[in-house]
């Protein structure tokens, strides 16, 4: 014999099955990483003609231009398959060839690591790209605008050593 719904397990099933909520959110991302790729390829054309007269700087500049979004696609990725798998569904591909070995492992708290990581790269190659452009030809960057975005990439890396100090007494905590 069936027992009827409660209302209480009508509720926690609408709960649980407000998690696809999430997925249009996934799919928003996969545009967002198409966007990426037309500014890579926008400023890899706009690069391209100019690799053979361009200076040892400028060449540096852009490539770390071209790194700079490269590492924000992979955060991009990372952020998609984890967060789909996490907090929506598993993703059914099968064991193909080239599915990557981190892929149904990342957690919530390796996530968190993973992106706070990837935000100080991205942070540290921005800030390299202006302290290469300083003192030459073109806009300049004030000396408070530098100041402050020093202060918040130390900021994005004191962030990233305590969350990792959290996360490693956490995992020390749940031990005992």
Not at 100 to 110: H, I, K, L
Not at 137 to 153: F, N, R
């Amino acid at each position: 014999m069936s027992e009827k719904p409660t209302a209480e397990s009508l509720l926690e099933r609408g709960l649980f099955a407000s998690r696809w909520l999430m997925a249009p959110m996934y799919v928003g991302l996969v545009g967002s990483l198409a966007m990426l790729l037309v500014i890579f390829v926008r400023e890899l054309v706009h690069y391209a003609p100019q690799v053979l007269t361009m200076t040892a700087d400028k060449g540096i500049l852009a490539i770390l231009t071209l790194i700079d979004l490269s590492l924000a696609a992979n955060l991009l990725l990372i952020v998609l398959f984890s967060g789909y798998e996490n907090f929506v569904s598993k993703l059914e591909i099968g064991d193909t060839a080239d599915r990557p070995d981190w892929m149904g492992t990342v957690d919530f708290s390796a996530l968190k690591m993973k992106l706070i990581a990837s935000i100080v790269a991205i942070s540290g190659i921005h800030l390299l790209k202006i302290f290469m452009s300083l003192g030459k030809p073109g806009p300049s960057t004030s000396e408070e605008t530098l100041q402050w975005m020093v202060i918040l990439h130390l900021t994005f890396v004191v962030s990233g050593v305590l969350l990792a100090l959290m996360d490693w007494l956490s995992s020390r905590s749940a031990k005992h």
